[in-house]
Structure formats: C-alpha cells, structure tokens
C-alpha cells in the first residue's frame, strides 16, 4: 500500500476553495482536514508496524513526504503548517519517547487526534514544577496553529533549574485557548492562536525524552525541512497561476512577462532542488549534525528567497489584479509571505555560511 496521492491531487481544487472560502472569517478548514484524515495524511506518519507510511518516522519516508505536504501545501498552505505541526510532534516522540509513548500516539491518531507543535513563548513563557507524581504547568503559548483543534500539542517548558523539556498535552477540550493572535493578515485558515497553560496537571509521563533533548542538533534544525515543502507548495500554486493568468489575458507573449515567468520558474526550481536535498539530508544516515543543521538552514533561507522573489513576479506581472480578493492569488500570496516568516532567519543565514566556510555541502546518497 502506498498513499493515494492521485486521489490527494484530485482533491486540492477542494481545499483550495475551502482556503478562500475560509479566509475573511478565519474559519478552521474542517473539510479539507476531515478529506486528508480520509486518505490517510495524518496517520502517514506514523511507522510502518502501526500502520502508517513511515513519512518523518522512517529514512524511505523522505521523499514520499516531501512530495505529501508540498501538494498540500499547493492546495491550501493553512492545512500543509497544520499537518506539518502533526507529523514534526509524532516524529519528536518516535525519535525521543518510549515505545509505549509511540503506541498511545497511534492510537490517538487512530481514534483521529490532531497533533501539533507549540514552542514560541508569550510574556509568560511555560514553566513547570515536577513533584514525581504530577506536573504543574504555569505560562502561556503564542503563535499556535490549531490553537482550537488541536488535541495533543506537543510543548516546551522550563524546570525551576532552568532544563527545557518536551511534553505532550492531552487536551481533550482544546476551546480552553484563544484562537486569536490580533488578526494576522495571512494563513487565517490555520487558527493561530494562543493557549495558556496555567494550572493544567498532568501526569509524568507526559515527558517526552531528557532534558536538551527538544534543542539536541541537528534534529532541531534539521525539521524545519518539512516546513519548506509546505511553502514549496505555495510557490508552485502562484507560479502556476502567473503562467496561467498572463495566458488568459493573452500577456503571456509580451518580452518582459516571458522574463518574469521564466525567473519565476528559475525560483520554483530552485526551491525544489534545495527541499529535495534537505530532505534527504535530514532524513538520511551518515552526515555530521553541523552538516544536516546548515544545510537546512540553508535550504531555508533559499526558500525563503524563491518564494519572496515569486511574489514580486506575481505582483509585477499580474499588476494590481494580484491585490483584487476575488482573485485567488491575493490570499495565496499573503498566505504565503506570512508562512514564509520563520524564526531567526539571520541567525540561520549567519550560522549556516560559518558551518560551510571551510568544508563542502553533503551530497544525498544517489547525487553527484
Ligand atoms: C502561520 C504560522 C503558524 C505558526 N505556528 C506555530 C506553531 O504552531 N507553534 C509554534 O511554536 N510557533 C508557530 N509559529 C511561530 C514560528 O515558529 C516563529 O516563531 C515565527 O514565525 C517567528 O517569526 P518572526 O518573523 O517573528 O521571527 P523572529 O525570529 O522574531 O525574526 C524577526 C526578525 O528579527 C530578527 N531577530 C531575531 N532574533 C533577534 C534578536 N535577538 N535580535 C535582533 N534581531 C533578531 C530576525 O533575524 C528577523 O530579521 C507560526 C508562525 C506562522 C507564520
């Protein structure tokens, strides 16, 4: 069995009229996740001996993996950082929990729990005080997908000593958070919002692996790779439509848009090649750490810079029909600019250079 991905790219006409559909209210896509849970997207991740596909549990999961969240990510960006937030929390515990922590986790997403990752701090960053027989949490989340969905957020939060550890919530009713941050201009869709923890017990093993672990390299790196895919997906939808748009309006001959096309493909093409070889960068055996870390990194801000240099086309070529409602490209840009907003983008840039100075680029298996 592998995933149906032929019936994944029938469906993102769907999710991408859902994702407009949604977007002036902010509404959750709960169509688009209910048809992705059915063709079996948020159990893909889970190992093969749980009945999953292995996609970021296992090495062959790479590229199936790249290519699943990349033609979610072009049918609706709001749903690929929902089911990247799912698969990135499964694959910190299958790396770093207990058997017996996978086994709930695969029940849970077989009984159709929504897992996802929130580690951005508020004023009030998450604490806990651990007495050997409950965990008190005090503190609160910003900027967490699925503020109002998701039931099993995988968190970070500070010891009294100062560790950082990873825990796993059960939130059975997750409307206790707020599913809004201020009214972000783009990926509305995706419920971002925040989530105050204050007060919740929960039981030890909710712990998930030692202390350092959530900031071990280069697994903490290196996830980021999932990410891009997803925005991968957004540039591919908006280098799609530029093509097809300037050809409806019979521009598409003209000297100057053939040029902007063309860079736009140039940029597409380039953020493929630098997410193909993240993923098998991070996803493989044998690189050193320092190698995998950068060369995420770098595919990062490579992405970054593709999708950046894709909305100026759009914006240029198509003119101000780019900025009309009606006109699907405007949310897939403003989706896409604000997903495209990661962390600490100079420090990754700044690091990543440092780390290659004086050594090479890991070659993928396969690659010359
Ligand atoms: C759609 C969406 C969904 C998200 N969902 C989640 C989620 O589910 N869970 C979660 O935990 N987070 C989530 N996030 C938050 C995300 O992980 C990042 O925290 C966030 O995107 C950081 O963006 P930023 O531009 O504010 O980054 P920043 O790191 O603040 O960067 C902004 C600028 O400041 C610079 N800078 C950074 N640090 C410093 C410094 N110390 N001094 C000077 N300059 C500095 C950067 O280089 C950059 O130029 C989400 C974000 C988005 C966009």
Redesign the pocket.
Same mark, same amino acid.
């Given at each position: 069995m592998s995933f149906p991905f032929a019936a994944l790219i029938e469906l993102l006409p769907v999710l991408e009229q859902e994702a407009s559909e949604n977007d002036g209210d902010a509404v959750f896509p709960r169509d688009g996740m209910a048809r992705l849970r059915r063709l079996g997207a948020f159990s893909a991740p889970l190992p093969h001996a749980s009945g999953g596909y292995g996609y970021g549990t296992e090495p062959a999961g790479a590229l199936p993996l790249l290519r699943l969240l990349r033609l979610v990510g072009q049918g609706s960006l709001a749903l690929g /950082?929902l089911l990247e !937030?799912h698969v990135n929390a499964i694959r910190l515990v299958a790396r770093y929990g207990t058997d017996a922590q996978m086994q709930q986790v695969a029940a849970d997403v077989r009984n159709g729990a929504l897992f !996802? $990752?929130?580690? *951005?701090e508020g004023v009030e960053p998450v604490r806990f005080h651990d007495d050997g027989a409950a965990i008190v949490l005090h503190g609160e989340?910003?900027?967490?997908? !699925?503020a109002l969905h998701v039931t099993r957020p995988l968190i970070t939060a500070r010891a009294p000593n100062g560790d950082t550890r990873m825990m796993l919530v059960r939130r059975d009713d997750p409307r206790s958070a707020s599913p809004s941050i201020g009214g $972000?201009s783009g990926?509305r869709g995706?419920g *971002?919002g925040r989530c105050d923890f204050t007060g919740m017990v929960l039981t030890p093993d909710a712990l998930i692996g030692l202390p350092g672990d959530y900031m071990r390299q280069p697994e903490f790196s290196a996830g980021a790779w999932r990410g891009i895919a997803v925005a991968l997906g957004g540039i591919d939808r908006l280098v799609d439509l530029l093509r097809l748009q300037l050809a409806d309006r019979s521009r598409d001959a003209n000297p100057h848009q053939r040029v902007r096309m063309g860079m736009a493909l140039i940029a597409r093409e380039t953020a493929s090649l630098w997410a193909r070889k993240a993923a098998l960068v991070a996803e493989g055996h044998g690189s050193d750490p320092g190698d995998v870390a950068a060369t995420v990194n770098l595919a990062r801000i490579a992405t970054e810079r593709a999708g950046l240099d894709v909305i100026e086309l759009v914006q240029r070529g198509l003119g101000l029909s780019a900025f009309v409602k009606s006109n699907v490209v405007e949310r897939i840009q403003r989706d896409l600019a *604000?997903?495209l /907003?990661? @962390?600490? @983008?100079?420090?990754t840039l700044v690091e990543a250079a440092g780390w290659f100075t004086h050594r090479d680029l890991p070659q993928p298996e396969g690659d010359a």
């Open positions: /950082r !937030g !996802g $990752i929130w580690v *951005t989340k910003l900027f967490a997908s !699925g $972000i990926m995706a *971002t *604000t997903y /907003r990661q @962390p600490a @983008p100079d420090e």
